[in-house]
């Protein structure tokens, strides 16, 4: 059974790196066809897909975020991670990682953790 | 980018009844179109994939149809465990967008 565990710290400071890695369990991420992505949704707010990476290391961020966004993939941890620049308050969300084919859903999803960004 | 619009985006309903929740892609996408179901507190789950197709798993109480720009998600039968919020998301570029969601409440 497919799974995805974020983890992270909880609170971030405006201006500093919320930094969070995606655990995953049952399936490799070096899977061929599949890529790694993070979504978040701020406080009873909709969904933004903030990027995917394909385990190679070749990614994608979305335009809106990708001067402060990082995404790298550790294929001995089976892990990968965000690093999100310079967060303001508008950056507190909870941010899930999922997978997905590159003409595909979001088909597995972590739970979801709560950054929050406040001094 | 992509604009999804959803609409309603609120709709109040009884067991029972049949709802419709409509999304609209600001360019097309062909069938490259997945609803989600979120509920309190969860992540969303995928319900209908490439437009029209049933997740494994998903009652047949959930439908979808639609291609290009105009798509549906039709609840036929609403159950209490229905009530949620429904997104629609297009994969067919990057970045991939979702419609702001539409709330499922008891009337």
């Known amino acids: 059974q497919q799974q995805l565990q974020e983890s992270g710290p909880g609170l971030v400071k405006p201006s500093e790196t919320l930094s969070l890695t995606c655990t995953a369990s049952g399936v490799s991420i070096t899977t061929s066809n599949y890529y790694w992505a993070w979504i978040r949704q701020p406080p009873g707010k909709g969904l933004e897909w903030i990027g995917s990476i394909f385990y190679s290391g070749n990614s994608y961020y979305n335009p809106s975020l990708k001067n402060r966004v990082t995404m790298s993939v550790d294929t001995s941890k089976n892990q990968f991670s965000l690093k999100m620049h310079s967060v303001t308050a508008a950056d507190t969300a909870v941010f899930y990682c999922a997978s997905h084919l590159w003409f595909g859903e979001f088909d597995y999803w972590g739970p979801g953790a709560l950054v929050t960004v406040s001094s | 980018d992509i604009q999804m619009t959803q609409s309603p985006s609120s709709v109040s309903a009884f067991v029972g009844d049949r709802v419709t929740i409509t999304c609209r892609a600001s360019?097309?996408?062909?069938?490259?179109l997945v609803w989600y179901q979120q509920k309190p507190g969860k992540a969303p789950k995928s319900l209908i994939f490439g437009a029209s197709s049933l997740q494994s798993g998903v009652p047949s109480r959930f439908s979808g149809s639609g291609s290009g720009t105009d798509f549906t998600l039709t609840i036929s039968s609403l159950q209490p465990e229905d009530f949620a919020i429904y997104y629609c998301q297009q994969y067919q570029s990057y970045p991939r967008t979702f419609g702001q969601g539409t709330k499922v409440e008891m009337k």
């Open positions: 360019q097309g996408i062909g069938h490259y």
